[in-house]
């Protein structure tokens, strides 16, 4: 969804789809990206479980990002099998983020991935700490994962 925008700000050569489960956030990033002129980016409404199993979309992209609206275990899970071997998925975060990495890393592992480097920065004119989890995708996700819509976020691998 909208982490997608900054990044065409910065890189208009980017060819982009965004995935959001809220149909009038899909309707505000189609409205900014006209209003924007930006071209080769695209909106879709659905969950992020079920467009994984999708053939179009598994394992074809190149970079994935996520915003920190859910643990690293399941953004692992709802992210990892979108992004091809050899591609990478951001993870934005609050804070320190090291201990919950750590508790991440068997189901990131599990997933195909492997946790490259944690990225920590303050927000500018703030006291605001955030940090980027970087996670490099090493082998294809196994055909069961994501598993169906809301089981991540309750079971957390």
């Known amino acids: 969804g ?3 925008v900054p990044l065409k ?9 965004l995935l959001d489960s809220l149909k009038k956030r899909v309707t505000f990033l189609e409205e900014t990206f006209d209003l924007l002129g930006f071209d080769k980016i695209t909106a879709i409404h659905g969950r992020a479980e079920e467009f994984a199993k999708n053939k179009a979309y598994r394992e074809q992209y190149d970079l994935c990002v996520s915003r920190a609206v859910s643990n690293l275990s399941t953004l692992s899970e709802y992210c990892l099998p ?4 050899g591609g990478v998925f951001i993870s934005y975060k609050s804070g320190k983020v090291q201990e919950e990495a750590e508790g ?20 500018p004119d703030s006291e605001i700490e955030r940090s980027l989890v970087v996670i490099e995708k090493v082998k294809n996700t196994p055909g069961k994962y994501p598993r169906k819509a809301g089981t991540p976020l309750k079971e957390p691998l």
Request: charged content about 25%; overall charge positive.
């Open 2 to 4: 909208f982490p997608g």
């Open 104 to 123: 991440a890393a068997k189901a990131i592992k599990l997933l195909g991935g492997e946790i490259k480097d944690i990225c920590y920065f303050t927000l």
């Open 82 to 85: 979108y992004v091809k071997k």
């Open 9 to 17: 700000i910065a890189f208009p050569h980017l060819e982009e789809c």
